[in-house]
């Protein structure tokens, strides 16, 4: 004899223990960047392609949201040369070439809520969170998997060293509401 269980949302829709104490089930399993982009439409992309000299900062994010935790899911870089990617958290004030968060759920007009820029002066590093190396002609990304967090006004940057080069880098975060994070 057969068990059945209702999903308990009204749908009516069942769930059937077999007789060997199994269920059939399937799921999908999503990064919490792209249910977010899904479902709240508040994941963003940040984009540079620029000459960068050694030891410069090639991009810098700035949380400016008082009631959003900006979570960095990842940071994917590529360069022309064999280059060296640092990820920092930093301070001081930034100046640059300003960048616009770009919302991934391009029916969303949400915008970011951060400051941005490419080509980067005036930090202060106050911490290296990751890095990588890459070869000439190389693409890795920092998968950070969202343990980079950042608060109101908290502030991180990609630091690039390998002699002056064209460098790309692609950084992915989420909004999440203060209240929905322990």
Request: glycine share 10%.
């Given at each position: ?12 829709k069942?769930?059937?223990?077999n ?76 100046s ?27 930090l ?5 969170l990751d ?40 950084i ?11």
């Amino acid at each position: 004899m057969a068990e059945e269980w209702v999903d308990g949302t009204g749908t009516g829709k069942k769930a059937k223990v077999n007789v060997r104490n199994r269920v059939a089930v399937s799921a999908a399993n999503y990064s919490e960047s792209r249910l977010i982009a899904a479902q709240d439409a508040n994941t963003f992309l940040w984009t540079t392609s620029a000459s960068q000299a050694t030891g410069s900062y090639a991009i810098y994010i700035q949380n400016t949201s008082t009631t959003h935790r900006l979570i960095i899911d990842k940071v994917t870089c590529s360069s022309v040369l064999t280059g060296f990617f640092e990820l920092y958290q930093v301070s001081g004030t930034a100046s640059g070439t300003v960048i616009t968060g770009k919302n991934s759920n391009l029916t969303s007009g949400n915008p970011a809520a951060a400051t941005s820029f490419g080509g980067v002066s005036g930090l202060t590093d106050a911490g290296r969170l990751d890095h990588m190396r890459l070869p000439a002609l190389g693409r890795a990304t920092m998968e950070l998997q969202d343990i980079v967090i950042l608060g109101a006004n908290d502030a991180i940057a990609v630091k690039y060293t390998g002699g002056t080069d064209t460098v790309d880098i692609i950084i992915t975060g989420y909004y999440k509401p203060i209240s929905e994070l322990k």
